[in-house]
């Protein structure tokens, strides 16, 4: 199966800009998607944006304007690139990887990375 790694989390201050990455360990087949989730303590696990193969782009409205996803399926990275971050995008961020070849489906999560924005 495919195995995904984030990286790029970070402490930042407000007003910052951070750039994440999500590596899958091979090639994605299919027609799939890809996100972006975030949680923060005490709180539910949260869509912060997806892409698909389109590629078609959605955020939520909390990051709308200030964050940008985008994938590169020649090197099977996903990236999201955050700017003016405030203490709320404080959380852990996890990719995500879902999608069907034929009759199978598949859904896969990387371990997370935290992004602390704090002054």
């Known amino acids: 199966q495919v195995q995904l790694a984030e990286s790029g989390g970070d402490l930042v201050r407000p007003g910052g800009s951070l750039r994440l990455s999500c590596a899958a360990s091979r090639r994605i087949f299919g027609s799939n998607v890809m996100g972006w989730y975030r949680q923060a303590p005490g709180k539910e696990r949260e869509l912060v944006a997806v892409i698909t193969s389109g590629p078609r782009t959605n955020y939520a409205d909390s990051v709308k304007g200030r964050f940008t996803i985008s994938r590169d399926n020649v090197k099977n990275t996903m990236y999201l690139q955050m700017n003016s971050l405030t203490p709320e995008d404080t959380a852990v961020y996890y990719c995500?990887?879902?999608?069907?070849?034929?009759?199978?489906?598949?859904?896969?999560w990387g371990q997370g990375t935290q992004v602390t924005v704090s002054s």
């Open positions: 995500n990887v879902r999608g069907r070849v034929g009759l199978a489906e598949y859904d896969y």
